[in-house]
């Protein structure tokens, strides 16, 4: 049962979907809010009580609703079934289906069912904010300051030095236009049903780069060049260019730069128990290495090698 009182949002949820028919169930990996499975006479659904002060992740609770209608009218996420900012509460359909893994992620089938989700989500109408991909080591360094936090030195530098890079690089390219985003392709985010993927959690949508939805998904769920390529070619609908490879792989280390910084700021913000400091370590990590690709600079160019 959760630790807090539910009574206000049932209440406010009995006159679409009924009372309670069973006991709530907290789902686990959430790391930003809580999240429960309750059922009720119209239906099981998910309430996802929201934790408040998160605009320094880049988290505007509107636009994660409107994103949300989106996409499920798009036929890639569960319908919204409430949404009561007065109580910090947001409810939709829950999904049965299959919870991924990396591995599962990687297998071919699944990469084109991704591209084609992707595809179907950047198609979609305008959002009212956008992500700050190339931005937020600042932006997240200031708030985390500010709250008695910070990265590393060396840390830091690395993430605005690749921020700079990459951004500058981008803006060079071809086929980098802003589109409505998800910007939070970690594995727990996908649940495989029998007519496909589903895409929850969208709590960091925005408008940004196509790319970085695909280098968010390569990077957290472990693809290789060849998986990579791959999921180009289900986006696209072509073999992909040395353009594209590039981008995608430069979007990798943007992916990391966020998630490192998102675990900085966290640390200093978040009160849910979990490790944050461990999180934006692992990830640093992971962005040394990928910094240290030999193949960098020909990325940079807007060249695959």
Known sequence: MADFDLQPIFAALEPDLGDPAGEPEVLSGGITNRNLRVPFEAGDYVLRICTPGVEIISIDRETEVEANRNAHAAGVAPAVAAWLPELGCLVTAFVPGEPMTAGAMAEPARIGELGRALRAVHAGPELATAFPTFTLAWEYEESARRLGGGAAPEDLELARELSERIGEAVGRLPGHAQVPCHNDMLTANFIATGD?????????????????????????????????????????????????????????????????????????????DFDYGDYAAQHFDRLRRGAGDPRLEGWLRGSAS
Request: proline share 1%.
């Open 196 to 272: 496909g993927l589903v895409l929850v959690d969208w709590e960091y949508a925005g408008m940004n780069d196509r790319f970085f939805d695909l280098g968010n998904a390569a990077v957290n769920n472990e693809f290789g060049d060849a998986e990579g390529a791959l999921l180009l070619e289900a986006y696209f609908g072509a073999e992909p260019d040395e353009t594209q490879v590039a981008s995608l792989a430069l979007m990798r280390l943007m992916s990391d730069v966020r998630e490192a910084m998102w675990g900085v700021v966290q640390g200093a913000a978040s009160q849910i």
